[in-house]
């Protein structure tokens, strides 16, 4: 990575939520390489911890904290362990997310068949699971005089996609929240402190993995719509996201904030064509 002082992590204090999936965990290790203070917070505590271990084992530094970022008050909670540990933080990712199958709608169903508590934990999850740890852990960062927010966006927020309508709904939530907490933050904070969000296209994950690929390994048919709108023909790999992690959490980025960067193979901007 650039040598210049501008892109340096070293020493940077980083509260990452969700990262022990499998895009946040290899971001978790990419931080924790750059030399930053990496602080884990999640719900599983055998994840976390595991997660923690393996950083440290790699001579990384990490600290795990166990709280479900939509519980506001067990969230208060860490962010008094965190603020007796650490005084203050530098950087803020909000990584935690995901889907459930009553917020899909299958091929055979309709709108009529949404499951709406299911619904409702999709939007708890990944929109009040970004806005709450904001809301908690702010006065950390307002400690600092300085500091980023980093959320975690989505193909599906900008291109409403069949199936996901309840994660897709969050997701654009995000975008919209990242860009007004942006000018909020500034404007009321000064220029130092910067909101973004990463997009990433399509990866193979393990929610994802049984809707994008047979047992075998081949494309299913959503697969195959998928590859054959990116233009660089794959799917994403975990690293394909470090580059653009580690400028936006540095300050090379200091003049780039309401931003949200896609890192797609091109999804986005294939017209099909």
């Given at each position: 990575m650039n040598s210049s002082p501008s892109f340096s992590l070293k020493g940077k204090k980083i509260l990452f939520s969700g990262a022990t999936g499998v895009l946040?965990?290899?971001?978790a290790l990419y931080l924790a390489q750059q030399e930053a203070s990496v602080l884990l917070l999640g719900r599983n505590p055998k994840k976390i911890n595991d997660l923690r271990d393996l950083i440290s084992s790699a001579g990384g530094k990490a600290w795990a904290y166990c709280a479900d970022v939509t519980d506001e008050e067990a969230l208060q909670k860490v962010a008094q362990i965190i603020a007796s540990q650490h005084e203050s933080l530098d950087t803020l990712i909000n990584a935690a997310g995901g889907n459930m199958p009553g917020?899909?709608?299958?091929?055979?169903?309709?709108?009529?068949?949404?499951?709406?508590?299911?619904?409702?934990?999709?939007?708890?999850?990944?929109?009040?699971?970004?806005?709450?740890?904001?809301?908690?852990f702010l006065p950390l960062l307002l400690k600092n005089k300085k500091g980023t927010i980093l959320n975690i966006s989505s193909m599906a927020a900008t291109?409403?996609?069949?199936?996901?309508?309840?994660?897709?709904?969050?997701?654009?939530?995000?975008?919209?929240?990242?860009?007004?907490?942006?000018?909020?933050?500034?404007?009321?904070?000064?220029?130092?402190?910067?909101?973004?969000?990463?997009?990433?296209?399509?990866?193979?994950?393990?929610?994802?993995?049984?809707?994008?690929?047979?047992?075998?390994?081949?494309?299913?048919?959503?697969?195959?719509?998928?590859?054959?709108?990116?233009?660089?023909?794959?799917?994403?790999?975990?690293?394909?996201?470090?580059?653009?992690?580690?400028?936006?959490?540095?300050?090379a980025s200091s003049f780039v904030t309401g931003t949200i960067v896609t890192v797609d193979g091109g999804f986005s901007a294939y017209a099909g064509v």
């Open positions: 946040g965990k290899e971001m917020a899909v709608i299958r091929p055979e169903q309709t709108f009529l068949d949404l499951d709406s508590q299911a619904l409702r934990e999709v939007l708890d999850l990944n929109y009040l699971g970004t806005v709450f740890p904001i809301k908690v291109r409403p996609m069949t199936r996901v309508m309840g994660y897709a709904s969050a997701k654009a939530a995000i975008d919209n929240l990242t860009k007004w907490l942006a000018v909020e933050l500034t404007s009321k904070y000064g220029p130092s402190f910067r909101v973004n969000a990463l997009a990433p296209g399509f990866f193979l994950t393990e929610q994802n993995r049984t809707l994008l690929t047979e047992t075998d390994g081949s494309l299913t048919q959503r697969g195959q719509q998928i590859i054959s709108h990116t233009p660089m023909n794959r799917f994403g790999q975990p690293e394909d996201l470090l580059g653009a992690l580690h400028w936006l959490c540095s300050d």
